[in-house]
């Protein structure tokens, strides 16, 4: 692990309308990068809200939000969109397939907005397929699923696919928004496992969100959003 | 992978819906152009009804009722042209040929002209085609009969059989001149005109026929056929004369002389001006049935956009997982935008060919029943342009549901609603 920061907060306020109580206030916040980060925080506490404010979906009312030393504050939309587009692998809680492709299909899909991303695919493996196989094959995924419609996966099985996604192309961050809250024990934690070693050989940090603390100990840094967020319980009783 | 391969395989997922508009698209493509083809066809029929014909002259009265009843066989004359005014106007030196035509008369609803050979020799249609003989000679004998291709088609009639030719053009006429049947001598090729539907007998056939019904009905004193050789069968009257005159100059000026001609009542039209001023009056209703067709071409395209519009509501999902792979907003309103075109040019091809589908059953079936020859021809510019703004339009219309994907990717994100 090194010590370059991946992520660097500092007076970050956000509200969703004009003269009202802020949502979020955050006076600072660093992540390294190749950290393994849970964050966690009650329903309504603002996780979707800062994880749209770092991606560059949600705009900052003031304060700064640097990105591997871009400054997303001061990015156009069209620069935010490349950014991220090169930088962050996303998982969503479920669903993350799109139904009408491949199994390789759907892994390989950044490989056709990010040229760095592709070009590092393609490094590493020789082709995009092969790469989405070979990362597939790490993620446990058998063979014989790969010529499968999508929609006859488990939905565990439907997630690590998804984290195969997140992970082509070696981005520098991934994001994973709850991505085991439809996941029974086992599973949950076998599906971190294999995305910490992932994350581990290929050097990306992770930033996992989740409300369930049994996870917690996996993990060695944990943010609590309500700790860290001075404008926390102001909206607690009704976002 | 491209955004329209993206596109092709998010409405394969969707195929149902899919197919269902581009069948509606391709519905209302078929008529549009099924709508125009008729029309022009059915003008370009008409047209070539009469080549090379300087002038049409008969009783005075419209031009287009002249023409109606003179070369289209509709309707009656209400006037005839006696033998000696026909007689004097061909005369003019500016005449190269004429061939006067006698009509009145009918057989199982078939209208009877009687002509003379000259008839075989001038009369011209479509691009300046001539009649040609598919069987058989043409006449000589007054009670020789030349018969067009549909009247042996569809009475089953060959060379050497005998015919009864009713008096007046109803179909079933209590009159006939059963007192001298006539003879097929010939059988002329298909035209796609009203010759085909025309039994062709000499001037002095309809002479005989009508010898002793000096007052419109027969009044005793009718000829046997043994006697066609004992009396004169100069015509007294005719229904009306085509002149094709020597050089296209004079054409005016003698139409002119002949509207002005002083011992009876007569008019001299133009055909070409005549059938511009017919296809005019029926102007109206072809462009009501472009009208209504171009409609429905909307409403298909509508439909597609009603389609497209629910289903992105049910896509935001797929909106924001796209997106979520680094996506642009730009790449949602492409992925949209491909969406449409492909759906209306899906439609447009299919349109195309269940026309030509359409066309090889209704070919036989047009021919048959309303003697207009239907061209299994290619696609017109004029069609081709259609398509394109079918298609042009089909674009267009996809910028509503790519311009709402687009704000809808903006704002949700990341974030999948719903």
């Known amino acids: 692990m090194n010590n370059k920061t991946l992520l660097r907060i500092q007076d970050l306020k956000f509200g969703w309308r004009e003269n009202q109580p802020l ?35 949600n705009q900052a009312a003031s304060g700064s939000i640097e990105i591997l030393g871009s400054e997303m504050t001061k990015l156009s939309n069209k620069a935010k969109d490349h950014f991220r587009a090169d930088h962050l692998g996303y998982i969503f809680q479920q669903f993350n ?40 094959d790490h993620l ?40 085991t809250s439809s996941l029974d024990t086992d599973a949950r934690e076998s599906f971190i496992k294999l995305l910490f070693n ?42 | 992978m491209a955004i329209a391969k993206l596109a092709l395989k998010s409405l394969y997922n969707r195929r149902v819906t899919a197919i269902l508009t581009v069948l509606a698209i391709a519905l209302s493509v078929t008529l549009l152009l099924g709508v125009e083809r008729v029309r022009t066809q059915t003008k370009e029929n008409f047209a070539n009804t009469i080549s090379s014909t300087d002038l049409v002259v008969g009783a005075r009265t419209g031009q287009v009722q002249l023409l109606l009843y003179s070369v289209f066989r509709i309707g009656n004359a209400t006037n005839n042209v006696s033998w000696q005014t026909y007689q004097d106007i ?66 089953n009639y060959s060379v050497g059989q005998k015919i009864v030719i009713s008096h007046g053009s109803a179909a079933v006429s209590f009159s006939n001149h059963d007192n001298l049947p006539f003879t097929i001598v010939g059988i002329l090729k298909p035209t796609g005109t009203p010759v085909d539907r025309t039994i062709h007998v000499p001037l002095s056939g309809i002479e005989a026929i009508h010898y002793g019904w000096e007052s419109g009905s027969p009044q005793g004193g009718q000829l046997q056929p043994e006697q066609l050789d004992q009396v004169s069968l100069e015509p007294k ?9 020597s050089s296209k100059m004079q054409t005016f000026m003698l139409q002119r002389s002949i509207n002005e001609y002083r011992e009876e009542a007569i008019m001299a039209i133009l055909p070409g001006v005549a059938l511009q001023e017919l296809w005019s009056t029926m102007n109206m209703a072809e462009q009501a049935l472009i009208v209504v067709s171009g409609f429905v071409v909307v409403s298909g395209l509508l439909g597609m956009l009603t389609t497209i519009l629910t289903s ?40 195309v060919i269940s026309l030509y589908t359409l066309l090889l059953i209704i070919q036989p079936l047009a021919m048959d029943m309303f003697g207009i020859y239907v061209s299994f ?39 999948i609603r719903i």
């Not at chain 2, 009257?237 to 005159?245: D, N, R, S, Y």
Request: glycine residues 8%; contains cysteine.
């Open chain 2, 237 to 245: 009257v005719i229904t009306a004369f085509l002149l094709g005159l």
């Open chain 2, 377 to 415: 021809s290619m696609l017109t510019h004029y069609e081709l342009t259609l398509l394109a703004i079918v298609v042009a339009a089909g674009f267009l219309i996809g910028l509503v549901p790519a311009w709402r994907a687009y704000r809808m990717s903006l704002s949700d994100g990341m974030t």
């Open chain 1, 97 to 136: 397939l799109l139904p009408y492709l491949s199994l390789i299909e759907n892994v390989s899909l950044p490989c056709h907005f990010s040229q760095s991303r592709k070009a590092k695919a393609l490094q590493l493996s020789g082709s995009l397929e092969q790469e989405a196989k070979r990362l597939l």
């Open chain 1, 23 to 57: 949502t979020l206030s955050i006076p600072a916040l660093t992540i390294a990068q190749g950290e393994k980060v849970f964050l966690k925080g009650p329903s309504g506490s603002g996780k979707s809200t800062l994880l749209g404010l770092i991606t560059g979906i």
């Open chain 1, 140 to 179: 446990e995924i058998p063979a014989a699923l790969l010529h499968r419609p999508v929609t006859e996966l488990s939905i565990g099985q439907q997630q690590r696919v998804a984290a195969a996604r997140a992970l082509i192309g070696r981005p520098a961050f991934l994001i994973a928004d709850e991505p």
């Open chain 1, 198 to 239: 992932e994350c581990d050989q290929a050097d990306i940090s992770l930033i996992f969100v989740s409300h369930d603390p049994s996870l917690q100990p996996l993990f060695s840094r944990h943010i609590n959003l309500d700790e860290i967020n001075l404008a926390a319980g102001a909206h607690n009783g009704h976002r």
């Open chain 2, 312 to 351: 992105l509501n049910e896509r935001r999902r797929e909106m924001a997982i796209l997106r979520s792979v680094g996506a642009r907003p730009g790449h949602i309103f492409t992925l949209l935008i491909a969406e449409a075109g492909i759906l209306a040019i899906a439609g447009a091809l299919l349109g």
């Open chain 2, 90 to 155: 061909i005369n003019n030196p500016a005449v190269k040929w004429s061939v006067p035509f006698s009509l009145g008369d009918a057989h199982k609803g078939y209208r009877v002209l009687g002509t003379t050979e000259d008839y075989f020799k001038f009369y011209k249609y479509g691009k300046k085609q001539d009649l040609e003989l598919a069987n058989g000679a043409v006449f000589n004998y007054p009670t020789d009969a030349v018969i067009g291709a549909e009247v042996a088609r569809k009475l």
